[in-house]
Nanobody, 117 residues
Framework: VQLVESGGGLVQPGGSLRLSCVAS????????MSWHRQGPGKEREMVAA????????DYAESVKGRFTISRDNRKNVVYLQMNTLDSADTGMYYC???????????WGQGTQVTVSS
């Protein structure tokens, strides 16, 4: 099983980034996916989540209206489009897969997002 995140980097306040998470080794289309982040000195928090078929999405209040989660079950990829980034969005962003019933979960290694001028 692998979850490989990419797309992080350094961006100025107000800028945008799109994160990608490529999955392999499990039946991607049956897993709910989510993005989580951990800022400096903070606990890891859920940022956005999407159901296995992409019909249900959920966001943390702090990112609603700025971030969009989506997935492509043909390519086994989940995306996080991040707009109007702020320094508070700085952190390591992780992709998580949760299987039916929540009995199996997998995490990626993370991709760093730094918002700074």
């Amino acid at each position: 099983v692998q979850l490989v995140e990419s797309g992080g980097g350094l961006v100025q306040p107000g800028g945008s980034l799109r994160l990608s998470c490529v999955a392999s080794g499990f039946t991607f289309s049956t897993y709910a996916m989510s993005w989580h982040r951990q800022g400096p000195g903070k606990e890891r928090e859920m940022v956005a989540a999407i159901g296995s078929l992409g019909r249900v999405v959920d966001y943390a209040e702090s990112v609603k209206g700025r971030f969009t989660i989506s997935r492509d079950n043909r390519k086994n990829v989940v995306y996080l489009q991040m707009n109007t980034l702020d320094s508070a969005d700085t952190g390591m962003y992780y992709c998580k897969a949760r299987g039916p019933g929540g009995q199996r979960t997998f995490w990626g290694q993370g991709t760093q997002v730094t918002v700074s001028s």
